[in-house]
């Protein structure tokens, strides 16, 4: 296929996902990440689309807010009523009449078409092709609309409704996905009637009109994963557990070793460098990178974090927003850390929680620290020097400062400023009382006695 090739692809996502039982729009509800619709988007950038249209319903704002977010020369048209796909599809005509070589028709709620599935569609355009479908053939063809081939071409989509004993045999079943030669594009669409049963405008009677222009119809095969769509919070579970499998496999093709694949949940912009070893159970939300050599334990969930080299996190580490880990770095369990960089080297190993900070190259933060950063009205940072220890039990009260080189002593409260190579101890002098315990005894355990048992 031409590099030079312009695409336009149309993605519709005007559906409702009523039978989600959710106010949120279909498209908007979340695999692996990231929205239904920003998957499809996220492909269809991948395969070489030039343009996109996104056809959103009426009122849809968060839809199209979401498909700016995802690209932002997206174009958003309003379908204002629903009367079928060739309907939705038209609502993009002043994107058609631009007249691109190729015009996708994608569905927003079919996250596992692949980008190579949709080159391989333009590839069929750029040979000639007027119209092209893409068909799969499902364990059970069942509902589905079957694709009627004569000669290698397509001749007509029936629906299983309409379709004869012998149509309903064939096993090749429509997938919904469908691409135009853009020159005619357009004319082909605005010739596809209402006049059915339902008064309705239906993209597959764009294969009847294409051949009737002379144009040539084909059919790309897929698998049928690919054109999963989505109407139902069990197939939303169903697809999600698909795009994961999908995602480990890379990720261990690319040299990751997940120790037990099945319960490593990935997101799909997850990032890893080589020789990472990840163990069971851990969670990669969104916009994590993870680099080389490093080692994340078991039970550790990481959210918009970077990972430096050869670092060490968890078993049962929490790495929120906005946490840094440099190279070498050890965040044990039950640690947890956010908005925060932690230098080359330094340790956290247990027990803590370091918000809004930077923990100097070196550093070594004890068991039950915690950086106290919110006053209830604003956070403060903290700022732990090169090399410094922090004692265990230890609230370091912020804004402040830990200098290069300085201790804490376990169990102190700091709203000072520590200089460099200083000890701060910030903690109730210890005072002891002589017997005072075999006293208490000696009174209490008499009138114990007492007592009669209930």
Not at 13 to 34: D, F, N, W
Not at 49 to 62: P, Q, R
Not at 71 to 86: C, K, N, S, Y
Not at 97 to 109: N, Q, T, W
Request: aromatic fraction near 4%.
């Amino acid at each position: 296929m031409a590099v030079e090739r312009t695409c336009l692809a149309i993605v519709l996502a005007a559906g409702e996902g009523t039978r989600m039982r959710s106010m949120r729009p279909k498209v908007l509800h979340a695999i692996a990440g990231q929205s239904l619709l920003a998957h499809v988007l996220d492909a269809v950038s991948k395969a070489g689309g030039t343009k996109t249209a996104v056809v959103v319903g009426l009122g849809a704002d968060a839809v199209a807010a979401e498909a700016k977010r995802v690209l932002p020369d997206a174009e958003i048209f309003v379908q204002a009523e629903r009367r079928g796909t060739a309907h939705a599809v038209l609502a993009a005509k002043a994107a058609i009449a631009r007249a691109p070589d190729d015009v996708l028709v994608i569905f927003g709620d079919t996250p596992l078409i692949r980008p190579q599935t949709l080159t391989r569609i333009r590839g069929a355009l750029a040979e000639g092709a007027a119209l092209v479908v893409l068909g799969f053939r499902p364990k059970d063809p069942a509902g589905y609309g079957r694709l009627v081939l004569k000669g290698g071409e397509l001749v007509a989509i029936r629906e299983e409704l309409d379709a004869s004993p012998a149509e309903r045999a064939i096993a090749l079943c429509n997938g919904g996905l469908m691409a135009f030669a853009g020159p005619t594009a357009l004319a082909i669409l605005e010739r596809i009637s209402n006049d059915n049963r339902k008064g309705e405008y239906y993209l597959t009677d764009a294969i009847a009109i294409a051949r009737a222009m002379g144009g040539k119809a084909v059919v790309i095969e897929t698998e049928e994963e690919d054109v999963r769509g989505i109407n139902t919070n069990a197939q939303l579970a169903d697809t999600a557990a698909v795009l994961q499998q999908r995602l480990r496999n890379a990720a261990m093709d690319a040299g990751v070793t997940l120790i037990a694949p099945e319960t490593v949940f990935l997101s799909s912009d997850t990032k890893f460098g080589r020789e990472v070893v990840v163990e069971p159970f851990v969670v990669f939300g969104p916009g994590v990178t993870v680099e080389d050599n490093a080692v994340i334990r078991s039970f550790s969930h990481l959210d918009r974090a970077h990972v430096g080299k050869g670092a060490l996190v968890g078993p049962y580490a929490r790495l929120r927003p906005g946490a840094r880990l440099q190279d070498d770095v050890h965040v044990g369990n039950f640690v947890e850390i956010k908005e925060a960089l932690i230098e080359t080297g330094a340790k956290a190993n247990h027990l803590s929680y370091i918000g809004d900070a930077t923990v100097g190259a070196g550093a070594n933060v004890g068991a039950g620290t915690i950086t106290c950063n919110y006053d209830g009205v604003a956070k403060h940072r903290t700022e732990i020097g090169k090399n410094a220890f922090i004692g265990s039990n230890s609230a370091l009260v912020a804004p402040v400062k830990i200098g290069d080189g300085a201790y804490v002593g376990s169990g102190s409260v700091i709203t000072q400023d520590v200089p460099a190579d200083a000890l701060a101890l910030g903690r109730g002098r210890q005072a002891i009382k002589e017997g005072w315990a075999r006293r208490l005894r000696e009174r209490v355990l008499p009138s114990k006695k007492r007592t009669p048992a209930k």
